[in-house]
């Protein structure tokens, strides 16, 4: 059992930046995929980030080059870095833990935190 709780959202300016945390508690953790995923009001939902248990990273092509994902095992955290921040990017933000990166894909995380709102607006 993983139990996820995101932070860090919140109201930021275009061309900003905001770093979001997902703390996580289970023993087995660092066996985990991670992945951030995006909902915007009347969208679908967008899996943005992913980081393998090993280390390896992928990004949508929407905030490739301007969003960075991280993992800290010793404090059970994954974080994002957003950086350059557009309008577009708002959405309620949630953190997810599975298998692996197919399983994230397509069906979505086993587990899941409550979300974090973030809103880019001048």
């Known amino acids: 059992q993983v139990q996820l709780v995101e932070s860090g959202g919140g109201l930021v300016q275009p061309g900003g930046s905001l770093r979001l945390s997902c703390a996580a508690s289970?023993?087995?953790?660092?066996?985990?995929?991670m992945g951030w995923y995006r909902q915007a009001p009347g969208k679908q939902r967008e899996l943005v980030a992913v980081?393998?248990?090993?280390?390896?990273?992928n990004y949508a092509d929407s905030v490739k080059g301007r969003f960075s994902i991280s993992r800290d095992r010793a404090k059970n955290t994954v974080v994002l870095q957003m950086n350059s921040l557009k309008p577009e990017d708002t959405a309620v933000y949630y953190c997810?833990?599975?298998?692996?990166?197919?399983?994230?894909?397509?069906?979505?995380?086993?587990?899941w935190g409550q979300g974090t709102q973030v809103t880019v607006s001048s």
């Open positions: 997810a833990a599975g298998p692996s990166t197919t399983v994230l894909v397509s069906t979505g995380g086993d587990y």
């Open positions: 289970g023993s087995t953790f660092s066996m985990y995929t």
């Open positions: 980081i393998t248990h090993g280390g390896s990273t």
